[in-house]
């Protein structure tokens, strides 16, 4: 991960902080083409953990993170992400394991991300 991409990580780790209370322990992000693929670690509360001991609680917590993720990015444009990379998101999937508490973004831009960023010194 270069400076560009954990600088990315931080501002991700920032966004969800600000509209879901709580971001990830850790972050790690890969620009490839129009993509910016995080891999989070950490990201359930301790309430979220205590859904997640049955098995019809994970799958809710898992629908209600995935969707819930998609539509505050909807809601809330990433204005700071898109000036960062000097470029507009146009989609966002997200998914989570709620068992090991990992979930993946993968950011969708209007441009080669990775072109621009990945060589810079």
Same mark, same amino acid.
């Given at each position: 991960?270069? /400076? ?6 931080? #501002?991700?780790?920032?966004?969800? /902080? ?14 490839? /083409? ?5 891999? *989070? ?7 979220? /953990?205590? !859904? ?19 539509? *505050? ?7 700071? *992400? ?9 989609? #966002?999937?997200?998914? !989570? ?6 979930? *993946?973004? !993968? ?5 080669? !991300? ?8």
């Amino acid at each position: 991960m270069n /400076k560009f991409e954990a600088e990315f990580s931080n #501002l991700v780790r920032a966004f969800r /902080k600000r509209h879901m209370g709580k971001g990830p322990s850790k972050i790690s992000t890969t620009f490839c /083409k129009n993509w910016a693929i995080c891999e *989070m670690e950490g990201n359930l509360s301790p309430v979220e /953990k205590f !859904i997640a001991t049955s098995e019809d609680g994970r799958q809710t917590l898992r629908a209600a993170r995935t969707e819930m993720v998609k539509e *505050m990015y909807r809601k809330h444009r990433p204005v700071e *992400m898109e000036a960062f990379l000097g470029a507009k998101l146009v989609d #966002l999937f997200v998914d !989570i394991d709620i068992e090991r508490d990992f979930g *993946m973004s !993968i950011f969708v831009f209007d441009q080669d !991300i990775e072109k621009k960023w990945k060589n810079e010194p």
